[in-house]
């Protein structure tokens, strides 16, 4: 189904917009993203099974596209109709500004508003059973990789990446320091790099993961030299994670691995609905905050544009704070004791 989305004819004006996104470097999966949203708009307003690639610009008008997303919000969530929204919005903007229709009409279409939540960090417990689950897992199918599972999973809860940016990286991108531990140059969200510090052990994990790695794909090593540690062994532009094949490691196979990990550990409903390496990377965020870690350098731990999105971890660990003082037992000291019953033997006749 994927490749026949991605090769189905769409109109030239929809091309050129693209082509005017591409110049902000969105990732595959963005641009995929943004190709669903058209296809699912332009398919209700033209009819479904009807050619795209024809679909004449007078169709974009405020009638037609308030009943497309009437329709389109009756089985999609909020979030989605909100992204698909944004996607026509940027479109028919292009559209205007090329002087291709007479105005934008996505400001008289309605949306819903996504109400703004803590972010949800997974309990100690939860990843203490996650992680032990990994330690003790064995590899029942050739699909089975644990130690890369296990890699995965910590780079994302420990460095605190993204999806993307777990599938982006490349292991010269790991580059070591003193104490056997090593920076990590993370290729952010919107071109925005940055330079992670990584503790020891996570590095001795990444290096296990390569270890297998080199059983598994022995012609992709480069060279096996006791000089600048397994590291070393590879080319500094080969995938840092690979799925089956040994090529890179595509997203669904990443979030697929992720997903098992925490059905086997009996953990899955302990995540936030949709949250896999997210889930991981707001325990990442929240643990630092919860250590004192400032706004401003959550910020640039997390590779965030804006302060007030990092706020939300800080104040995300307020709460989980105060919940845990309640649970303090020194409180019963404040309960009021219960009445003496007439039979007690404390009672005084």
């Not at 708009?41 to 024809?54: Q, T």
């Not at 990843?127 to 590899?139: A, F, G, P, Q, V």
Request: glycine fraction near 6%; charged fraction near 25%; proline fraction near 5%.
């Amino acid at each position: 189904m994927e490749g026949v989305q991605e090769t189905r004819e769409r109109p030239e004006w929809l091309a050129a917009s693209l082509a005017d996104r591409g110049t902000r470097k969105p990732s595959a999966h963005t641009m995929k993203a943004y190709r669903q949203d058209f296809d699912a708009i332009a398919a209700l307003i033209v009819g479904s099974g009807s050619d795209l690639s024809a679909m004449p610009l007078s169709d974009i008008t405020t009638a037609s596209m308030r009943s497309a997303f009437a329709q389109y919000a009756q089985t999609h969530e909020a979030a989605s109709i909100q992204r698909c929204w944004s996607t026509w919005n940027v479109l028919c903007a292009f559209l205007f500004t090329c002087e291709l229709i007479p105005a934008n009409p996505m400001p008289m279409v309605g949306r819903p508003k996504i109400a703004k939540t803590l972010p949800k960090s997974l309990s100690p417990n939860t990843l203490k059973r996650l992680l032990d689950t990994l330690s003790e897992d064995r590899e029942h199918r050739a699909s089975d990789w644990v130690a890369r599972d296990k890699a995965i999973i910590l780079t994302s809860l420990l460095a605190g990446l993204r999806a993307d940016e777990l599938l982006r990286a490349n292991i010269g991108d790991i580059r070591p320091a003193d104490h056997n531990t090593a920076i990590i140059h993370v290729r952010g969200k919107g071109g925005k790099d940055r330079h992670l510090p990584i503790g020891a052990a996570l590095v001795e994990v990444l290096e296990d993961y390569l270890d297998s790695r080199a059983t598994r794909f022995p012609a992709t090593v480069k060279r096996r030299s006791a000089r600048g540690g397994r590291l070393s062994w590879w080319a500094p532009s080969a995938p840092l994670f690979v799925g089956p094949d040994g090529n890179r490691i595509t997203r669904g196979t990443l979030q697929y691995r992720i997903l098992r990990a925490f059905r086997r550990a009996g953990v899955d409903s302990d995540r936030a609905r949709g949250a896999l390496t997210h889930g991981l990377r707001h325990s990442f965020a929240t643990e630092l905050a919860n250590s004192g870690v400032n706004v401003y350098q959550l910020m640039k731990l997390l590779g965030h544009e804006s302060m007030a999105t990092s706020q939300r971890y800080v104040t995300a660990a307020g709460v989980e704070i105060r919940a845990a003082a309640a649970q303090n037992p020194l409180y019963g000291l404040l309960e009021s004791p219960k009445e003496t019953s007439p039979h007690s033997p404390d009672r005084k006749s």
